[in-house]
């Protein structure tokens, strides 16, 4: 069964940081480009980054360029979000997800909330 | 950057009509990168519709979407009651994602 699982979801201080994990199983991790994408409480759906199935090709949304960073590990099937410099609207919860130009599998989610 | 409209924002129907929920782009857009995902409350977005009108695997056919360059349609033939829900369309242009704001379907 293919399957996606996000960790590290939290509570953290406008200006801290925070570190999300994804991982994966069921399936070829290291063929897959691979996803964030965020939704705001009662809100929509916002991409934040990809990865390349090597790693050699990485994008951010405008929004969180230069304070995150994507990463993975495709020995250990794991994807990675580094949260820097939070801010109260990046309060949301974060899927990890999988596909070139279109998300076909979903993890459940981390609720990520922003707050002092 | 292209922006995606969706209408209506809500659409209040009964089990078993019809639904055609609407999926407008800012500009042409190629047909091969537009999807749609249904999400229910409390859970991830699935997959419903790749390259405007592929179904995903999965999904029943009652399930539809069609069209091209700026305007795509998704048609549910026959409301189930587990189609009550938000629909999002979804494009891929110059290394962005973008989604629409949503639809809600709800019962009338």
């Known amino acids: 069964e293919v399957q996606l699982v996000e960790s590290g979801g939290g509570l953290v201080q406008p200006g801290g940081s925070l570190r999300l994990s994804c991982a994966a199983s069921g399936f070829t991790f290291s063929t897959f480009w691979m996803h964030w994408v965020r939704q705001a409480p009662g809100k929509g759906l916002v991409w934040v980054s990809r990865?390349?199935?090597?790693?050699?090709?990485?994008d951010y949304a405008d929004s969180v360029k230069g304070r995150f960073t994507i990463s993975r590990d495709n020995a250990k099937n794991t994807l990675d979000l580094q949260m820097n410099s939070l801010r109260a609207e990046d309060t949301a919860i974060y899927f990890c997800?999988?596909?070139?130009?279109?998300?076909?599998?979903w993890g459940p989610g981390a609720l990520v909330s922003v707050s002092s | 950057e292209i922006v995606l409209t969706q209408s209506p924002g809500t659409l209040s129907l009964s089990p078993g009509e019809r639904a055609t929920l609407s999926c407008r782009a800012s500009q042409s857009v190629s047909a091969n990168f537009l999807a749609w995902y249904q999400q229910k409350l409390g859970q991830p977005p699935r997959l419903l519709i790749y390259?405007?009108?592929n179904r995903a695997t999965g999904i029943p056919d009652r399930f539809s979407g069609s069209g091209s360059g700026t305007d795509f349609t998704l048609t549910i033939s026959r409301l189930e009651p587990e189609d009550f829900a938000v629909y999002y369309c979804q494009l891929y242009d110059s290394s962005l994602f973008t989604f629409g704001p949503g639809t809600k379907v709800d019962i009338k």
């Open positions: 997800t999988r596909g070139s130009y279109r998300f076909d599998c």
């Open positions: 390259g405007a009108s």
């Open positions: 990865i390349s199935s090597d790693g050699s090709i990485i």
